[in-house]
Nanobody, 126 residues
Framework: QVHTVESGGGLVQTGGSLRLACAASGGIFSSRAMGWFRQAPGKEREFVAAISKSGGSTLYADSVKGRFAISRDNAKNTVHLQMNAVRPEDTAVYYC???????????????????WGQGTQVTVSS
């Protein structure tokens, strides 16, 4: 059983930056690809970014490409999402998720992730 806890959310102005963190426990962190997803009020949860278990491969949604960066530290069992040049449409609850350990690569699909945190709220003011 993998447990993930997100932190770092808050209120930020348009054009500003925020760094989200996800701390994972249980299982072997380095054996799992990790992903960030978000859900805005009244909308479905959507993919944001993902990273392979080695950290050598990353995926991004088109809406955040060039602005957000995902990284991981397997020695500290953490994954980060650096958010730059944020926009009001980035406002959402951001979730960290861990993929099944049988897969080395990351995925954009919600169904491919087995373990989810409670989320952290990010609000971008205009």
């Amino acid at each position: 059983q993998v447990h993930t806890v997100e932190s770092g959310g808050g209120l930020v102005q348009t054009g500003g930056s925020l760094r989200l963190a996800c701390a994972a426990s249980g299982g072997i962190f380095s054996s799992r690809a990790m992903g960030w997803f978000r859900q805005a009020p009244g909308k479905e949860r959507e993919f944001v970014a993902a990273i392979s278990k080695s950290g050598g491969s990353t995926l991004y949604a088109d809406s955040v490409k060039g602005r957000f960066a995902i990284s991981r530290d397997n020695a500290k069992n953490t994954v980060h999402l650096q958010m730059n040049a944020v926009r009001p449409e980035d406002t959402a609850v951001y979730y960290c998720a861990a993929r099944n350990a049988a897969y080395a690569t990351s995925s954009t699909r919600i169904a491919d992730y087995d373990y989810w945190g409670q989320g952290t709220q990010v609000t971008v003011s205009s």
